[in-house]
């Protein structure tokens, strides 16, 4: 990587590779010889910077000059993945910085593998955040993402003898290139402390303890460099860095404490896929970032249009979640503390300014504040609570609710320990309450916000969730990418709904052949890698069946294990039977404290190496759990994926986004009726997506009725085989009783309905073996499947969330 000397580059160097060599010795202080791959990176980020810069500053003079109204995006998670890639195909210069480090003896693909994966969430809901953003500069919409800079992100994880191993992720070792600190943006955060109203009735909430929000901008850069956005993440800063009288006097640790508590503040993400953190440091995040936030867009509003009173009409704040719900509180505080307005007309402004995204409808996932602790933090904004909650209780009672309908909207609540439901103050304070998918939107109104929904008929709606087509197919699949143009030319690259020209061509068959080779090519490509960071041999002639998502019980990794092993059985009893050879994928992280997640990884880590090693199997079954999940790794597995296991308790997965990026790439749905698989099956046609399982209704109404697992696991004598083989130790020889318990939840309670979804699920596994030995017709499906998924685009949901709750096009 370290070849040619400056003078033998410098006659023929293109000038971008002269501008990448004058970066490398004048802003990182290296030559050539001596550079190491992550200073070429670091050189090369910040030359393709500069063009970046260039309109992000014309993007935000523009609207400014225009007096737009701004759309901000609140979100404890930002999953951004690597950028160098994305911004050099959003600004079309891939080729040109290809060829300038080739002049210089560099491999593109070399460096792009060096930039570490900004992994500043957990989930779907961090990667939602971050293709929202990329839309929004796609479509030309001003546009803020507000967050925080964590400094270790999620968890990398390892795998040993099986079992993850969570260790933390340093991605800023080298620091970051994409990243200005602007540290003239800065806010103070008060926490605790008491209340006081002085003479004039005035009140004034005097925190005891306060640090100070600094701002951290990551540009955002739209499709064609059609806007450049801002990501502002916030990190933490001592006031007052170091006590010296304290350091003088010998005491050096107690002299930094304050440091170390703001560093803490933004050390780790949390992984809110588990028990609900409940930890005082995660209420500090959330309203560390949030009160910097809502600081900052009042400093702004301010600045540009003088009127606080015409923050709705310029201003539209969108929570995604409730992690940032304390802004409701926190914006009343600033409206009628500090610009004294009254409060039915401050809470007007609130409940037009906000809007609020609901992402899971599980009730251990719903997040609420014990009362004391929320007191003790943010005592005023205790008070502004109970001021809300009276106002909405009354117009409640004044349209009849009785006194259960009263008991769940109330901001409070009263069963047991009293705690702070940010839910309903999310939902109370926005004007717009959405949903991601269409049946998760009827569910809200169904279940959990079915009485706010009374009071409130308007407000809930449904903004199905969409993906960047960008990162998930131009970038990620360029093999793809180049056909589709060849056969229906470029329209589809600015509407990906144009996609839908694809569909005729499934009828012809050169082009069949032409899309398995590409689709082959990616599974040799995947095979390559996972043999060299996991030492597996996978077979890109089988089919590629992947279940890539974070670990939880209701999205059911467990039977599709069983179903796993269930196979191996067959294989062993019908060895001269024309199976169908399969390669079965498996990652992702399970939180940390969550033990039957961990436990699966373990039991998928423990059937594949028995599997993999049994001689009877001739190869025609793999099965390999791929260590660390993360955006470049799906990035790598969406393209090589034949089918896409979207297998989740029906009701419980809110949409999944991964079912779309998986569709986009040609594979294949094998799914129940959740989330948005409802709407990719309609978008796709019923015959181009295998559907079993029970619905959604379905799973309510065999849970009300007392559901036994023990009778559908009598009805099925490849259940039972299953069920006993992992119980009898057969995969853990080693300890024989480990998945003992594991078991019994399945035969006693199955909550998440394994054993009712069995052999509905076993039989469409195989229906899809019997549709893969008709190669032509599987890929027929698999090119429907892409000119069907267009609608999924994220460009498609921000449109929606720009007309229908913004008002911003
Ligand atoms: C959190 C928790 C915490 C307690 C234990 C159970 C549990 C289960 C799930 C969650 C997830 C919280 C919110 C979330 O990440 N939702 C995801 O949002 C995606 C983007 O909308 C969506 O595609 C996924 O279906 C949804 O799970």
Redesign the pocket.
Known sequence: MTQPALAAVAPTTPPLAEAILDTLIHRIGKDAQAALPHDWLAATILTVRNDIIERWMASSKQAHAAGAKRVYYLSLEFLIGRLLRDAMANLSRTDEVREALASLGVNLADLEGEEPDAALG???????AACFMESLASLDLPAYGYGIRYVNGMFRQRIDNGWQVELPETWLRHGNPWEFERRESNYRIGFGGEVVGDENGDIHWMPDESVEAVAVDTPVIGWRGARVNTLRLWTARARDPIRLDRFNAGDHEGALAASVRADTLVRVLYP?????AGQELRLRQEYFFSSASIQDIVRRHVQYFGDIRTLPDKAAIQLN?THPAVSVAELMRILVDDHALDFDGAWEITRATFGY?N??L?P??LESWPLPLFERLLPRHMQLVYAINAKILREARAQGQDDGAIAAISLIDEGGERRVRMANLAFAGSHSVNG??AL?TDLMKQTVFADLHRLYPDRINNKT?GITPRRWLFESNPGLTSLIREAIGDAFLDDATKLADLKPFAADAAFREKFEAVKRANKVRLSQHLREVMGVRLDPDAMFDVQVK?I?E?KRQLLNILETVALYDQIRSNPDKDWTPRVKLFAGKA?SS?HNAKLIIKLANDVARRINADPAVRGLLRVAFVPNYNVSLAELIMPAADLSEQISTAGM?????GNMKLALNGALTIGTLD??NVEIRDHVGADDIVIFGLTAEEVAEKRAAGYNPREAIAASRELQQALSAIKGGVFSHDDPGRYAGLIDGLENSDWFLCCADFDSYAQAQRQVDARWTDRAGWNASAIRNVGGVGWFSSDRTIGEYARDIWKVM
């Open positions: 957990n989930g779907g809901l961090g990667r939602l809110a896929d588990s028990t609900p979640d995204t992402h899971t599980l251990e996932a991601v998918a998760h969730n974070r939880h209701y939180a969550y997965e809110a949409s999944g986004t989330g948005a």
